[in-house]
Structures are given as structure tokens and as C-alpha cells.
């Protein structure tokens, strides 16, 4: 949908992010709140096998990454998805990566757009250092905000989801980011207010007109928030899964190998190990 068969950022979609973000009525929204649990080999994870002592051989393999990387495998393991699992490849965590791309952009088109970082209990230190050591990566208008959770409802009857600890409840699925962008104040990391009132209302006194989500436990380049930003980006996307669905078989049939499925709004091609491992 991006990008064309050379690898480039389709040039159509490069102008039309770049033309939104130099009218300066796009938000960031970036999720870094969790642990990286969609990672069967998380931080969060690991930790917990470490201590059952019924580490995988792929955990194993992690782990040695770990300490080969940063050294000090216990304070990674306290660092979740800032260094999971892009970390072990590049020496920085997805997070910075991303904060980088969107900083390069919004220097290029001399952008000065409002930027929300959503913390949680995990990531709070990290985000907080890593903000400080880059001077919040030359972005003026960067709030710390931490995510709430709200609890998960069935569809069907607005009945809460339960387990056996009480209500289900997250801060994507559940809605507790929209509820947090709805009550809560825009402050900087030193927590200085940026606005005397929620964060939604900030977004409206600077005209905001879209607001870019973006999950940070996996690293996106420049090109790929251009197509975010771009005009139409989420019709070429919903073109884009209902190509992939299209292109393989349904999950409910065990003997086909290739498979399509959607979670929380991203369409994933998955492949078995086998019929048998269905």
C-alpha cells in the first residue's frame, strides 16, 4: 500500500504526508504504555520463565542477546518493550526508533505538531530517561501522559468481560487511552503543563484534524508515518488487508498452510508448522 515494488515510498503517498504534516493539523499518539505482551518472547515474558525456571530454547537464545546487547540482563528484563525485540538487533529500543522518524519529519517539513507519549508503570522510568538524554528528540510540544485502563464489553449486551481477578479491562481494546486523551492533562516530561485542560481540548485549540495511533513496540521508519499522515491512508490500508485476506485460505480449514487474521485493527498472514501443529 506504502511502497512500490523498489522498496520506495510510492511518491504519491511521500507528498501527501508530506503536504499534511506541513499543514500542522496532525497528532502523534504514540502507545507505550505495556509490557510487549503480543511478543511470546517479551521482556515481561522471560522474566517470568527465568524465574519458573522453564525457559524455552528460543528464550534461552533471547536472553544470551540480552546480555550480549546491554549487559545487565536483570535491569533489561525491568525494561519491557523499549528493548524487546528490536533492541537485540540495533542497540536501541523500537521506541526511540519511532520518536526518531516522527522528530526527522517533523524537521524536514518544519512541522511543530503536538506529540502524546502514553506510559505505564513498566516504561515510565525509560520513557522519561530516554526523553531527557535526547532532549525530547527536538520536539517542542511533547506530552507524558500516563493510560488508563477501561474495562472490556461483549458487543452483543454491554455485559462486562470477567475474570477470575474481576472485570477485563486494557488500555487499547478497553478504551482506556481514549478515555485518558478525554480527562487527562498535557504535561512535558518534567511535568510542566502544556495546556490548561484535557488533552482533546489541546488538540482542538491547535486545529487538529487527525490524530496518528501508533503502537511503539515495533519500529516504524520515516516513510511508513508519511503513509499515516497521508490523505485517504486508511482506504489504501482497508484496500490493502482485504487484498491479503483474498490472498490465502480461511483459518477454520486445518490442512492449509497459509492463513489470514485480523487483531485490534492489524491484518497478519500467518504460516503453520504444519497441519498436525494446527
Known amino acids: 500500500v506504502l511502497f512500490g515494488a523498489d522498496g520506495l515510498i510510492r511518491p504519491e503517498i511521500s507528498r501527501a504526508g508530506l503536504e499534511a504534516l506541513k499543514a500542522q493539523r496532525t497528532a502523534f499518539v504514540l502507545l507505550s504504555g505495556g509490557a510487549g505482551t503480543r511478543y511470546a518472547d517479551s521482556s515481561a515474558a522471560l522474566r517470568e520463565a527465568r524465574e519458573r525456571g522453564d525457559l524455552t530454547d528460543e528464550q534461552r537464545d533471547a536472553l544470551n542477546v540480552f546480555r550480549a546487547v546491554y549487559g545487565d540482563v536483570d535491569a533489561c528484563l525491568t525494561r519491557s518493550k523499549l528493548f524487546a525485540p528490536m533492541g537485540c538487533v540495533t542497540g536501541r529500543g523500537p521506541f526511540e526508533i519511532n520518536m526518531e522518524s516522527i522528530a526527522e519529519l517533523m524537521e524536514k517539513t518544519h512541522a511543530d505538531v503536538p506529540v502524546v507519549v502514553f506510559v505505564g508503570d513498566s516504561t515510565r522510568e525509560d520513557v522519561a530517561r530516554l526523553l531527557a538524554e535526547h532532549d525530547s528528540f527536538g520536539i517542542r510540544r511533547l506530552a507524558v501522559i500516563d493510560q488508563d485502563m477501561a474495562p472490556f464489553v461483549r458487543e452483543e449486551d454491554g455485559a462486562l468481560l470477567e475474570t477470575a481477578d474481576g472485570a477485563a479491562c486494557g488500555a487499547n481494546g478497553g478504551g482506556g487511552i481514549v478515555y485518558s486523551l478525554g480527562h487527562a492533562r498535557p504535561t512535558d516530561v518534567h511535568g510542566h503543563a502544556l495546556y490548561d485542560g484535557t488533552v482533546l481540548e489541546w488538540f ?75
Open 204 to 278: 482542538d485549540s491547535l486545529s487538529v484534524s487527525r490524530v496518528i495511533f501508533s503502537q511503539t513496540d515495533d519500529a516504524k521508519r520515516p516513510e511508513v508515518y508519511l503513509g499515516l499522515c497521508a490523505a485517504g491512508a486508511e482506504d489504501a490500508f482497508e484496500a490493502g488487508l482485504k487484498k491479503l485476506r483474498a490472498s490465502v485460505e480461511s483459518v477454520q480449514d486445518p490442512k492449509k498452510r497459509h492463513f489470514f487474521f485480523e487483531e485490534n485493527g492489524t491484518g497478519y498472514i500467518a504460516q503453520r508448522k504444519s497441519a498436525a501443529a494446527a
